[in-house]
Nanobody, 127 residues
Framework: QVQLVESGGGLVQAGGSLRLSCAAS????????MGWFRQAPGKERVFVAA????????????YYTDSVQGRFTVSRSIAKNTVYLQMNSLKPEDTAVYYC????????????????WGKGTLVTVSS
């Protein structure tokens, strides 16, 4: 069992930055592929960014949805059992509840393939 708790959301002006954190507890966190997803008001939940377990403590493959490529960076700290999402150059269309999720086997990640989910943190970007 893995428990995920997101934090770091809030209100920011367009062009600003936020860093989201996802603290994991439970067994073998380092073995999981981790993802960030988001759900805007009235829309479906969609993929944002992913970071893979690689067997290394320092190298983790990542990939992003096109709309955040170059603006968002996903990273993880094995020592802290935490995954981060650094969000720069934020736009009003980035407004959403952001969810952290874990999968022991899926790669690339998909919503249906995730094993555990956090409860989300709200990011609001004002214009």
């Amino acid at each position: 069992q893995v428990q995920l708790v997101e934090s770091g959301g809030g209100l920011v002006q367009a062009g600003g930055s936020l860093r989201l954190s996802c603290a994991a507890s439970g067994r073998a966190f380092s073995n999981y592929n981790m993802g960030w997803f988001r759900q805007a008001p009235g829309k479906e939940r969609v993929f944002v960014a992913a970071i893979r377990w690689s067997g290394s403590d320092t190298y983790f493959p990542t990939y992003y949805t096109d709309s955040v490529q170059g603006r968002f960076t996903v990273s993880r700290s094995i020592a802290k059992n935490t995954v981060y999402l650094q969000m720069n150059s934020l736009k009003p269309e980035d407004t959403a509840v952001y969810y952290c999720a874990a999968s022991i086997s899926s790669w690339p990640l998909s919503i249906d393939g995730m094993d555990y989910w956090g409860k989300g943190t709200l990011v609001t970007v004002s214009s």
